[in-house]
């Protein structure tokens, strides 16, 4: 029955991976019922890319945040994708990972590995010449993706990552980790976007606001992708706008 189970957990796998329109997403959710949803849990996040901060000088309870988004990452046995520096609350997040024997990948671009403290052991770094690539890696690496806070390298991969769930590029979940509401002007943003019709409502389902780390897994350990109409309005003439 474990086995049964594993080979079915794999099989959805590479079928959510693989989703680019609605219609393998609806054939996504009849399968999952037709092969026991209980069974599953629908946990198949084996590996999570963090976005956050690389500065030293944010104030100690932001490091408090990483340090613990580090231990329930070793309680829940995934691995760490993350940025590759050692500084700021990218070097906590995966010094904690490490010390308690968890897997951390690191990706960071050739530029920026020429100027930033490395870690002593990453069981994995990637090097990547820009840092365009170094997003696609941390995008195909990972079941799941989580922003702590962070500056505007943190809010361009967040904001990039909610994008391409909103073009159906990908159907993983997106946790924006609001600690000490870091986060408060861009989630009100956000509410303007969609009171003034720049985003339709529905996209609230993008992502999802957790207060504290362990919000942030129960959240993932309990997710299932949400079905979403076309991003395009159409007009009274019949034509579609964005």
């Given amino acids: 029955m474990l086995e049964q189970r594993r080979s079915n957990l794999e099989h959805c796998k590479n079928m959510r991976n693989n989703f ?23 946990n ?34 995934i691995n760490l994708v993350y940025g590759g520096s050692a500084v700021g609350l990218m070097g906590r997040l995966a010094k904690t990972v490490l010390e308690h024997g968890g897997h951390v990948i690191g990706v960071i671009p050739k530029k920026i590995s020429q100027r930033v403290p490395h870690l002593e052991h990453y069981h994995e770094l990637i090097v990547t010449d820009t840092m365009r690539e170094r997003k696609a890696v941390m995008e195909s690496r990972a079941d ?18 909610i994008t391409l769930k909103q073009l159906q590029y990908h159907h993983k979940p997106v946790v924006i980790l609001n600690s000490f509401g870091c986060f408060n ?58």
């Fill in 144 to 161: 799941a993706f989580v922003a702590l806070p962070g500056g505007f390298g943190t809010l361009e991969e967040l904001i990039e990552i």
């Fill in 44 to 77: 198949m996040v084996e590996s999570i890319t963090i976005f956050c901060s690389s500065s030293d000088a944010i104030d100690e309870k932001y490091f408090k945040v990483a340090e613990k988004m580090g231990k329930l990452i070793i309680k829940e046995k």
């Fill in 185 to 242: 002007h861009l989630l009100d943003h956000f509410e303007f976007l969609f009171q003034n019709s720049f985003a339709k409502s529905q996209y609230r389902a993008l992502y999802h606001v957790a207060e504290t780390p362990e919000a942030v897994f129960d959240y993932l350990n309990q997710y299932f992708p949400t079905e979403f109409e076309s991003k395009w309005y159409l007009t009274k003439d019949g034509f579609e706008s964005s």
């Fill in 20 to 42: 680019h329109n609605v219609n393998k997403l609806t054939l996504f959710v009849k399968y999952i019922r037709i092969i026991n949803w209980d069974a599953l849990h629908f």
